[in-house]
């Protein structure tokens, strides 16, 4: 089924330009697999502690919880089922964060040189190009209940008291993460169902306007990325990114490749 709309999660604009960087054995992973992979949040954590995490889990306070109505007597205000068990014991956020894998993509208008540096390994990297009226598409037939959201910058000093959610722990990241204008997709499942994460098929022909070919990349490279997607079967165009590329070798009407 296609994405579906989610009253918690903020979605982009369906013609926003999303983008995934990554090196060309994620890509090749992608392409023979004919899916994206969703990594657990239990996965992420290990690369940045917060992910997943509620600010009262590093304390040992504990808020009283009525089974009748869980942590609304505490907040005031209307609580989801799961927002009111975290709230009541903070420490149980790292126990379901393991319910959530999420693919990740960066929202942006046009590329972004950091972005390449950050998920470049030796200049071997590409870029999918995509939006949210692509990725309904490209799901349409998936079985799974896939949301799509933008991540929330804030200073965890004021996290719980905008804490309305459960799926707040993983909708929010800290301010030095900004940088990132992380756009997600999430997949919702039992806690330790995929303990790893899991790959979810989907039309790539749909989901990718363009593939870019990092702007470090040596000419071969460009010419093997190329020769890959003909032999996968891709029909997306493929181009090299122009970020590097000298001024006066770029034509003033150069159409935009996307």
């Given amino acids: 089924m296609p994405i579906v709309t989610n009253a918690n999660y903020v979605e982009p604009a369906p013609s926003e330009m999303l983008w995934r960087y990554m090196d ?3 890509f090749i992973s992608i392409a023979t697999s004919q899916g994206l992979w969703f990594s657990n949040a239990q ?18 306070w504990v808020v009283p919880f009525d089974p009748n109505i869980g942590g609304e007597a505490v907040m005031g205000v209307g609580l989801d089922p799961m927002a009111q068990v975290i709230f009541a014991n903070p420490r149980q956020a790292e126990i379901m964060r393991g319910s959530f894998s999420i693919n990740c993509w960066h929202s942006a208008s046009e590329e972004a040189f950091l972005m390449w540096k950050s998920y470049g390994v030796h200049d071997f990297a590409v870029a999918i190009v995509s939006d949210l009226g692509r990725m309904q598409k490209a799901f349409a037939k998936s079985p799974e209940n896939i949301f799509c959201g933008r991540i929330s910058y804030t200073n965890y000093a004021d996290f719980m008291s905008n ?5 707040d722990i993983i909708m929010n990241k800290r301010l030095p993460f900004k940088s990132e204008n992380e756009v997600r997709l999430v997949y919702t499942h039992g806690i330790g169902k995929f303990p790893q994460g899991l790959s979810i098929r989907c039309s790539l022909d749909d989901l990718i306007a363009q593939l870019w070919i990092s702007p470090t990349a040596p000419p071969w490279f460009a010419q093997s990325v190329q020769a890959f997607c003909k032999l996968a079967g891709l029909a997306c165009p493929v181009a090299v990114s122009p970020l590097l590329t000298l001024p006066h070798l770029i034509a003033q009407d150069r159409p935009r490749p996307w």
């Fill in 163 to 167: 804490f309305k959610n459960g799926e």
């Fill in 24 to 26: 060309l054995a994620k």
């Fill in 43 to 60: 996965e992420l954590a290990k690369i940045d502690p917060y992910e997943g995490f509620f600010p009262g889990a590093s304390t040992s």
